[in-house]
């Protein structure tokens, strides 16, 4: 794990970029360079609490496999189809993959 | 009465049942309404006119063959854009969903219209329920009624906006780090954000989902109550919805507050809390101390750290439940999709979303990405933890916590959009309630320079009853 005074560089803004399939402008990597740095010292603050041995709460709710009987219901297909933005017939059209 | 607009959902309801008022003629009154003062306020996206005229014709057509009608027999809503409606388009304020209009209704939305509601249309919030000011929507924001130079709070704002200004008797948001109880304090009106579990999140558009709840705005505590029993119940579709008995709500409207024993939390009251904001938020302690009710200053210090868990935790859940908008199935797809797959995506997405929430996604990635995860998205459960913890105690002692909804008064339009952090320092003392699950409403208490002030009541889970009871006597007791 690195250390505590790291900062996102613009570098790796571009690269988080990638990873959330988000492009950004020049001015928004210059924005969010200084910006998110600002908020992640805000975030440090949670390092001064002592909570090691405390487990982690992922949800408030402890449920473990919520389980129902599985039962076709009727479907919406045709409505749902009108949302689709690139459609041929009844195939939707994705961008080129290979 | 020509300002019928002006009536709660218990005077409609009440009128509609004994026969003094049609709902044709109450719903006109609604829509005129909306015509007169939405261009200028801007708390609907889209008004739906024809069908709610039409379903208030339906029951009035019910009423005269005598039918049994529903609790909410009449009341003209607004829903929030993140809640889908069959047929009625749903955009989140986003133009990545600008033309989305769902196949299906959300479980509320349906739970809402088997009590005969009508829905007016769907109000203004920030994009993707991303922001405290509703400012960060897509179609512009909207002007706080109160004073129109101001936010309306958010990101509920143009639901809390469109009860406040009499534009709906009733609305329904959605509050993940206090997005209906900001816009309620900022507006001057009541919106609770209900026990996680207690409300089908089906057909919520998600942004936080460990986090979030769909959450009434009213105009006074006892519509709260009718409101709330409409919506609470099981969802077999949304498996963290739980299994509650049903409760009487309106039994709870008692003015009696002997034996109550209310906690404050001095870090309610931390740096940056306005002056105004503190001294009517404690006369408002005192009236109640006064009727009865004991106080005591406490202090829970793992509340510092909850802002920050919250946001972490938030902005990690959103990053990977934004990741579905690819254009591909719904919303907004760009024409040029000549390169590759992968570029596609990223300039599809780049047109999509507006800045707050691409910086939410963007940092919200690195806070789950490999190196990282341990230090922030871990942290802070294991923090959440910790806040849960120490208010499970707290509420051994006490029935209610007290404390400002808001810290600061509705500020200016554009004050806060330019530093996103000072943005988030608004949400301070709403954010606690999300983590840990517990219900926590906010009821007006005063006012400074006509800006209403809100009170915030937290109590433990399923403990409703306690919030609504201690907010009726405040609001009785202020009214006189």
């Not at chain 2, 529903?70 to 829903?79: D, E, I, N, R, W």
Request: glycine share 6%; with cysteine; proline share 4%.
């Amino acid at each position: 794990m690195k250390q505590n005074n790291e900062k996102i560089s613009k570098k790796e803004i571009k690269h988080l970029s990638w990873l959330a399939k988000i492009e950004l402008s020049i001015e928004e990597e210059e924005l969010f360079s200084k910006q998110l740095n600002d908020i992640l010292s805000y975030f440090k603050k949670i390092d001064e609490a002592d909570v090691e041995k405390l487990s982690p709460t992922h949800h408030v709710v402890e449920l473990i496999n919520v389980m129902r009987v599985d039962e076709p219901e009727s479907s919406a297909s045709d409505e749902v189809l009108k949302n689709v933005p690139k459609i041929k017939g009844r195939y939707v059209k994705a961008p080129r993959i290979v | 009465m020509d300002r019928l607009f002006e009536l709660t959902a218990f005077e409609i309801t009440q009128r509609m049942k004994n026969g003094e008022l049609s709902a044709v003629e109450y719903i006109s009154a609604l829509l005129q309404r909306i015509n007169d003062i939405d261009p200028e306020i801007h708390a609907y996206l889209t008004v739906t006119e024809d069908m709610a005229l039409k379903k208030a014709k339906e029951i009035d057509a019910k009423l005269k063959r005598g039918e049994k009608l529903g609790k909410l027999c009449g009341v003209g809503m607004a829903v929030k854009d993140n809640i889908c409606t069959k047929d009625i388009k749903t955009t989140c304020s986003s133009k990545a969903l600008e033309n989305f209009i769902p196949p299906y209704n959300a479980t509320v939305v349906d739970f809402i219209e088997k009590e005969d509601a009508i829905i007016l249309g769907k109000t203004n919030m920030d994009e993707f329920a991303m922001g405290s000011s509703t400012e960060f929507s897509y179609f512009g924001p909207t002007l706080n009624p109160l004073d129109n130079s101001k936010v309306p709070g958010g990101s509920s704002g143009g639901s809390a906006a469109a009860v406040a200004s009499n534009e709906a008797t009733v609305s329904l948001g959605s509050d993940t780090g206090g997005s209906v109880r900001c816009p309620a304090s900022f507006c001057g009106v009541v919106g609770l954000k209900p026990t996680y579990g207690l409300v089908s999140r089906y057909g919520l558009i998600a942004y936080a989902n460990s986090l979030e709840q769909i959450s009434p705005i009213t105009k006074d505590v006892r519509d709260l109550t009718i409101l709330l029993e409409c919506i609470i119940g099981h969802d077999k579709k949304d498996s963290t919805s739980l299994n509650s008995t049903k409760v009487d709500y309106s039994g709870f409207l008692k003015d009696h507050a002997k034996g109550l024993k209310i906690g404050v939390p001095k870090q309610f009251f931390g740096e940056g809390t306005d002056d105004n904001v503190s001294k009517n938020v404690w006369n408002a302690i005192h009236t109640m101390n006064g009727l009865g009710a004991d106080f005591d200053e406490i202090s829970i210090e793992s509340l510092d750290y909850a802002l920050a868990s919250y946001y972490i935790i938030a902005i990690s859940e959103a990053s990977s439940n934004l990741a579905r908008y690819d254009g591909i199935r719904y919303g907004f797809r760009i024409e040029d999709e000549s390169q590759d797959w992968d570029v596609a995506f990223s300039k599809n997405r780049k047109e999509a979303f507006g800045q707050e929430v691409k910086r939410r996604i963007i940092l919200g990635t690195y806070a789950l990405s490999a190196g990282y995860y341990d230090k922030y998205y871990l942290k802070a459960q294991k923090v959440r933890t910790l806040i849960k913890t120490d208010f499970e105690k707290a509420f051994t002692q006490y029935d209610i916590l007290a404390g400002p909804t808001m810290p600061i008064l509705p500020f200016k339009l554009g004050e806060k959009t330019k530093d996103p952090l000072e943005m988030y320092m608004c949400d301070l003392d709403t954010v606690p309630a999300n983590l840990i699950g517990t219900p926590a409403i906010s009821i007006p208490c005063g006012s400074h320079n006509d800006l209403p002030i809100g009170i915030q009541f937290m109590t433990k889970p399923f403990n409703e009853g306690t919030l609504i009871q201690t907010s009726y006597i405040l609001e009785q007791n202020l009214k006189n």
